[in-house]
């Protein structure tokens, strides 16, 4: 085992540099979210790309990078013209009032976006007509006749193959077929070298699953050149074409300018942050990752750095519509669950890249699990112990055993995992690195028993276990910052630590990294910490009215009220039963009938389970076993040890015999 490196203080610059000086020796990273549509409210899909984008620039920020985070709305075309005439408003005086709607709602989420651009910003307009010229100019904009089926809700033409039954794929409704004059952008020449350029930088697009299904794009014939005008006679509602003043600009190639725009280009800040990332979810991959690359292959400019497309959240499995009356309003969500819990939720349980369902069961279940009782209850135990045992002021600690060692390294480890997996975009995975620091300080309290040692008199040991403790708390608090802005601030507070609302917790996550210094001597705790309280599950409901009604069109059969001494199938499927690999299994140190087991259900997810098998299985004959298990039962302590779920069981004849698949399964496979 090896010691950590303790990190001295970094030495001051030997001259004072401006600031300006300073951000331009710093590694640039900038981020953007779609602009959304300002045709509807913003709903929990649009919260979650903008959370994760705020997430990963305040990660940035925190790994001491020069970051700008931009997100904005997305106010021209036809959708407009038509939400705005539904209200009877001007389209300005309507854009007006729900883009202020968006800039209003993303402080309520902890949304810290350095700018918010709108396309009907004179800069955007600026830059849109200048980028038009200049591709207009190099040749590769041509005015043509052409007939195509054209979208509304789209906004776009479809060609015949890429309709589905004649209809169009996303909206399922007929286009109209429309033929007229109008400006073209030669995409097709460059199609080739976009599909070269992917193959050759694996991680321009990610994750993989969306490169491929680009690739797919390029190799299906079906991309043409792109027409980037409407007719002035057909819509109004758009960017003049700095070449021809009855054409306005089609909405998508003037919207993803906005990347740009909002930089200044090509002067103001573009030379400082360009190339970005953006982050988009699947619906919208074809512009981002045709049309964008193509475009600015076209003016001469470099590519965004990557793309990372996430998947769609789903509502019982179903896609999040008005009409199911089934939309999840993120400001209510935080109204009554608090900001953080939330924003923890959002990216803890999705997988990046892949569908997520939402429901209110999964929200308690999860931060309940994971922050009323592995991260509030070690901040609650821990403050409440030093305010018993040390008066709440940091302790004098000795010399550091090898357990203590051994959790300094685990600090090490999960940080270096946190680090590398959030920045990969692995949310999910990097929190879960995270909690195993978590869940392991919790178990160090219960194998040091600090009231022991209390009991005995043995005070230096006593405060070395605390600052030990205390230590590896502040890594954890520093590390929540991106996801959890509030609550970070909150615990480093608590630990004593010198914080402000807004600015960066630490210089650098650098140094946090291996460093275990221990905190100072002296510094004032607080008594206590009860920041995410349990909540309870809420009462089975029956679905949305609109929700019955899609499932009734589906012909699914009635749902029965349940007889006496049934449960309801909403109650059923509220159990979270699942398959897992048995990794690890031993005696419960001080339960004879009872097993500790290690469970792996797949994604990074290990559990610990205690079971009463002891009677009935050898531990080591148990390793490699899958189990059936339900997982979102209440943790129960059982003689000191937490048990995170329960292992599924048969009994003959007083014996216990373990359920496990008929076949092997992968770890994590739903069991209904
Ligand atoms: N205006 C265009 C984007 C132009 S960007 C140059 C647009 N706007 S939108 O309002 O429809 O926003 C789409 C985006 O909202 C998705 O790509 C995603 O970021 C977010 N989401 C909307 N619904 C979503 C889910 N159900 N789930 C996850 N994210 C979703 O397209």
Same mark, same amino acid.
């Given at each position: ?6 990190? /001295?203080?970094s030495t001051p610059p030997s001259r004072k540099s401006s600031r300006?000086? @300073? ?20 709903? $929990? ?16 920020? $925190? ?32 854009? *007006?009032?729900?883009?202020? =709607? ?22 955007? &307009? ?27 809700? %789209? ?71 792109? %027409? ?17 003043? *009855? ?59 990557? $793309? ?26 935080? @109204? @009554? ?26 929200? &308690?279940? =999860? ?18 112990? %030093? ?73 230096? =040991? ?38 402000? *609302?807004?600015?960066?917790?630490? /210089? ?15 510094? /004032?705790? /607080? ?6 309280? @349990? ?31 049934? &449960?309801?199938?909403?109650?059923f499927k509220a159990v979270d039963m699942r398959v897992g690999t &048995? ?5 419960h140190p001080d339960a004879d009938r009872i097993l500790r087991l ?29 189990? %059936? ?9 059982? =003689? ?33």
């Amino acid at each position: 085992m090896t010691a950590p490196r303790h990190v /001295a203080p970094s030495t001051p610059p030997s001259r004072k540099s401006s600031r300006t000086e @300073r951000k331009s020796l710093m590694k640039s990273y900038f981020v953007t979210t779609p602009i959304y549509y300002v045709n509807a409210k913003p709903h $929990l899909g649009h919260a979650y790309t903008t959370v994760v984008a705020d997430a990963l620039a305040r990660y940035h920020k $925190l790994s001491g990078e020069d970051t700008l985070f931009l997100t904005g709305t997305d106010e021209h075309g036809d959708k407009i013209v038509q939400a705005a005439e539904k209200e009877g408003k001007a389209p300005k005086e309507f854009v *007006d009032g729900i883009s202020a =709607r968006f800039q209003e709602l993303w402080p309520q989420l902890g949304v810290a976006n350095d700018r918010f651009v709108r396309t009907t910003d004179e800069q955007h &307009i600026r830059a849109v007509q200048r980028f038009l010229q200049k591709v207009y100019d190099a040749g590769d904009i041509y005015f043509g006749e052409f007939g195509g089926h054209y979208c509304y809700g %789209c906004e776009r033409f479809y060609t015949e193959k890429e309709l589905e039954n004649g209809l169009c794929p996303q909206h399922q409704t007929k286009p109209e077929f429309i033929s007229e004059k109008n400006y073209f952008f030669k995409m097709s020449k460059y199609l080739p070298w976009l599909r070269e350029y992917i193959e050759q930088h694996p991680d321009f697009i990610r994750p993989e699953r969306y490169r491929n299904e680009l690739l797919g794009m390029l190799d299906s014939g079906g991309l043409e050149d792109l %027409c980037i005008s409407r007719p002035k006679s057909r819509l109004t509602w758009g960017i003049e074409l700095p070449f021809d003043k *009855d054409y306005v600009c089609y909405v998508w190639f003037d919207a993803l300018l906005n990347y740009i725009s909002a930089l200044g280009w090509p002067e103001g800040d573009y030379a400082r942050y360009w190339p970005g990332e953006h982050l988009v979810a699947k619906d919208i991959l074809k512009p981002h990752g045709i049309f964008w690359p193509t475009m600015l292959k076209a003016a001469g400019m470099p590519l965004y750095k990557r $793309l990372n497309v996430h998947g769609y959240w789903l509502v019982r499995d179903t896609k999040m519509s008005k009409s199911l009356g089934n939309v999840v309003d993120p400001v209510d969500m935080c @109204r @009554r669950f608090g900001q953080d819990a939330f924003r923890y939720f959002l990216l803890r349980e999705m997988h990046f890249g892949s569908d997520a369902s939402f429901s209110e069961d999964a929200f &308690i279940s =999860r931060t309940n699990a994971d922050l009323a009782n592995d991260l509030g209850n070690l901040f609650s135990r821990v403050l409440s112990m %030093c305010a018993k045992y040390c008066d709440s002021k940091v302790p004098e600690a000795g010399p550091l055993n090898d357990e203590d060692k051994a959790v300094a390294e685990l600090a090490a480890d999960a940080l270096r995992n946190f680090r590398q997996l959030f920045g990969n975009v692995q949310f999910s995975q990097a929190l879960e690195s995270l909690w195993e620091l978590v869940r392991a300080l919790n178990k160090y309290v219960d194998a040091q028993a600090p009231w022991t040692l209390y009991k005995n008199g043995d005070t230096l =040991r006593l405060g070395t276990v605390m600052q030990v403790l205390l230590t590896a708390m502040r890594k954890v608090a520093v590390c929540v910052w991106p996801v959890m802005p509030q609550a970070s601030v909150t615990l480093l507070r608590q630990l004593g630590q010198d914080v402000s *609302d807004t600015a960066v917790p630490v /210089a650098s996550l650098d140094a946090e990294e291996d460093d275990f210094t221990l905190l100072t001597p002296g510094t /004032a705790l /607080a008594a206590s910490s009860n920041l995410f309280p @349990r909540r309870d599950m809420p009462a089975p409901t029956t679905p949305p009215a609109g929700e019955k009604k899609a499932k009734k069109e589906k012909k699914a059969p009635a749902a029965a009220t349940p007889a006496p001494g049934e &449960i309801s199938f909403d109650h059923f499927k509220a159990v979270d039963m699942r398959v897992g690999t &048995i990794r690890h299994a031993e005696k419960h140190p001080d339960a004879d009938r009872i097993l500790r087991l290690e469970i792996d259900f797949g994604e990074g997810q290990t559990r610990q389970i205690l079971s009463g098998l002891a009677e009935y299985y050898a531990p080591q004959d148990l390793i490699g076993k899958q189990v %059936c298990a339900v997982l979102n039962l209440a943790p129960r302590k059982i =003689r000191g040890l937490v048990s995170c779920g329960m292992v599924l069981t048969a009994e003959k004849d007083g014996k216990l015999c373990l359920l496990q698949p008929a076949d092997a399964m992968p770890e994590g496979s739903g069991i209904a």
